[in-house]
């Protein structure tokens, strides 16, 4: 049985035009995708990861025929994405955009309405769909089915925009960032759907995605895409046995503000450790992130608390963990480790 | 599930009248700006002569209608233009367009069918909407009259899909987020002659006015709105001239959308 999705040496070049005053144009050559390739397998969760303008939006515009790549191909249930573009758009369901892409004046039941019509449906057939896609992603429960689209909430928009990819009932979704931007409680009844949809109704799910945590939870098989190529593809759990000999140390500091900046090269240094992420928490607190060597833990947080009080930095919890996803993801995309 | 033209002008349709029932004040809008537009024109153009001088101008019987009925084919016209040429900015101002390019079809069908029942439901209400106008100046006959003006309006309708369909083209191609089409309407209120007579433009206006079909409509309308029995002939070279430019304007729309397609999907100007 041939893969759900298979992409193959996918290259995709734009060009784009920036300003050198008003009329003066420079022309540039971006290179989003450099052979891009990776197989989806059939009724899986599928998780392509990476950092903003990796080209995962790009691979999605790809697969479901929205453009043309410069070189490669890509299949869809054995359908030629540029020879057969037709008939992949009717086994895919699509979301590109949470926020948009809904006609505002009309309810979220009229507009499942109309692109279901679009998509050929017709009668009780349009109606029995609409129905049970509103009831699945939740929106009837809300009493937001007759609601105009202009008075949704993120939440709502993004459960609309899921039910419209579900709506003709493809085996394929191909969803780009479905729970960004969402609150938790919305993201994880996504999340949760997302997985029903792969394991009881045998779909096949790709998404995009930086929230490596979700990645995490859900995914099957990731591949992690940076600056247009794909650095590390796998289960999760292989990924992180490549990052098995890391351990994670994560400090929560209070940082005082004249001395924020450089603090970063400073552990680095003083360390002279392989990783170390700086994330700001609520509260004006900071998170510290350090990957260490198996054994080199206890030295690493010894070393920094001294530092850490010799430098009036607050600290309010230490924690040493085994490498989560983020972990690996960090370290592959920034391109100072090795895991990969 | 394959699409078929049917399937894209039910939802168009669909989607119109949901906008309509959600919009209200869109539906008295429609009906009364002809009232207005005449209004204003009839106002103004007191300023410069009386009604009496327009009327041995233009050779109608009745100006007040006539421009009733004028300003109802203009804002036809310009429906038309609005829905069809800037359905691509619209989609892709709303987000929707590149769900639109996911129906299982050829993009310009959509792009060109979708529209339709927009373009058509609005024409027709700025036609129908001077009704009443016409039924308390001319009592049933005028109403019969502006029901010929209307199948002109649908037979106009037809080289104007092109010639917006084109704009459409350009607007896709464009990077930058330009309505081409709020250049060409304008134009169109300049050379349609539906204000004044065509004689009074300088001369390259004249000939302008002849590549754009609105010009043949309101030239059909006012060989109706003269109130004698229409030159025959006169009016036949009207519907001759609106059937060549749909010939016209669809065929170099229809090589406009495909290379625009092409285009579109290279670029990733979506």
Known sequence: MPAAIKAEGLVKKYITWERRGFIRRTKRIVEALKGVSFNVERGEVFGLLGPNGAGKTTTVKIITTLLLPDEGKAEVLGYDVIEEAEKVREVIGVTLSVEKGFFWKLTGRENLKYFGMLRGLKGRELNKRVEYVLKLVGLDELGASDKLYEEYSLGMKARLALARALLHNP???ILDEPTIGLDPASARTIRELLVRLAREEDKTVLITTHNMFEAELICDHVAIIDKGKIIAYGTVEE?????????????????????IDGVEEKIIALLNIMEVALEPV??????????AKPGEEEYVVEKLVEWFYSNNIRIHQVRVREPSLEDIFIILTRGKGNAS | MPVKVTDILRAGLFGTFA?????RWLLFSMIIWPYLTAFLLIALGMVYGSLETYRERLGVSNPILYILAGSGIVMSSLFIIDTVATTALYHRWLGTLPYLMLTPTRMYKVLVIEPLPGALISSTMGI???IPGAVYFEGFLGACKLLIVLLLVYMGMLPLIGLSVIVASITLVLREESNVAAFLTPLILLVSGVF???????????YMSRIFPTSYIVEATRMIATYTIPEFRALLIAVYALVALTLIYNGVASIALTGSERMVKRSGVI
Do not use: F, H, M
Request: aromatic residues 4%.
């Open chain 2, 128 to 130: 129908l909407a001077v």
């Open chain 1, 282 to 291: 609520e509260g004006g607190k900071t998170r510290v992130r350090i990957v």
């Open chain 2, 19 to 23: 906008w309509i029932k959600n919009n």
């Open chain 1, 171 to 173: 085996p394929v979704l």
């Open chain 1, 239 to 259: 990924l992180k046995r490549k990052a098995a000999d890391r351990i994670s140390v994560e400090l929560l500091v209070t940082i005082p503000k004249n001395i």
């Open chain 2, 196 to 206: 004044y007579p065509l004689e009074i433009l300088p001369q390259i206006l004249q």
